[in-house]
T-cell receptor, first 113, second 116 residues
């Protein structure tokens, strides 16, 4: 069965600094997709970034980028120039083709002014 | 684009009553909808997957007779919590997928259910 692990329950970062959130997953599939979702205190789930497993190039969305290591089954999220609005729970998620999305346990990110 | 509307955003009901939560995709056709439950400070737990026009697929441990899911159209899925009990109090979130294999999920705003 597929599993998603986030080993950092809590992280903090100084405003304007860079932080990296870790995620590892386990799967026997070769074709799948990975996502990072943000959940602020409003509890609205917001898609931050996504990565197709067949793509070697790491995805980037403005201040957010990923380090996708397929062989190591690792998918970390880097947030550059952290802002107060980045404070939230961050969930790593996995989806095999046409299958359900599995979420990791989450990392609570605090941004220190 | 890709807006999912979930209603109500919060509801309080008495034990033994039933509550219906609606999830609508407003600007796309959702071939698949997912229902999640989230406890405080925890991750999203998948309850069931519903496909338009067919029976929902429930995750292990989820009572299908208590959590009735209907996906009658490509834009609407409903979750009915039947004979609610205080332990059913939780945050319920629906999400929808447009159906392509790499589609991310688009989430509703969630429903906070409190059973007294």
């Amino acid at each position: 069965a597929q599993t998603v692990t986030q080993s950092q329950p809590e992280m903090s970062v100084q405003e304007a600094e860079t932080v990296t959130l870790s995620c590892t997953y386990d799967t026997s599939e070769s074709d799948y997709y990975l996502f990072w979702y943000k959940q602020p205190p409003s509890r609205q789930m917001i898609l931050v970034i996504r990565q197709e497993a067949y793509k070697q190039q790491n995805a980037t969305e403005n201040r957010f980028s990923v380090n996708f290591q397929k062989a190591a089954k690792s998918f970390s999220l880097k947030i550059s120039d952290s802002q107060l609005g980045d404070a939230a729970m961050y969930f790593c998620a996995y989806r095999a083709s046409y299958d359900k999305v599995i979420f990791g346990p989450g990392t609570s990110l605090s941004v220190i002014p | 684009g890709a807006v999912v509307s979930q209603h109500p955003s919060w509801v309080i009901c008495k034990s033994g009553t039933s509550v219906k939560i609606e999830c609508r995709s407003l600007d796309f056709q959702a071939t698949t909808m997912f229902w999640y439950r989230q406890f405080p400070k925890q991750s999203l737990m998948l309850m069931a997957t519903s496909n338009e026009g067919s029976k929902a697929t429930y995750e292990q441990g989820v009572e299908k007779d208590k959590f009735l899911i209907n996906h009658a159209s490509l834009t609407l899925s409903t979750l009915t919590v039947t004979s609610a009990h205080p332990e059913d109090s939780s945050f319920y979130i629906c999400s929808a997928s447009a159906g392509t294999h790499n589609s991310p999920l688009h989430f509703g705003n969630g429903t906070r259910l409190t059973v007294t």
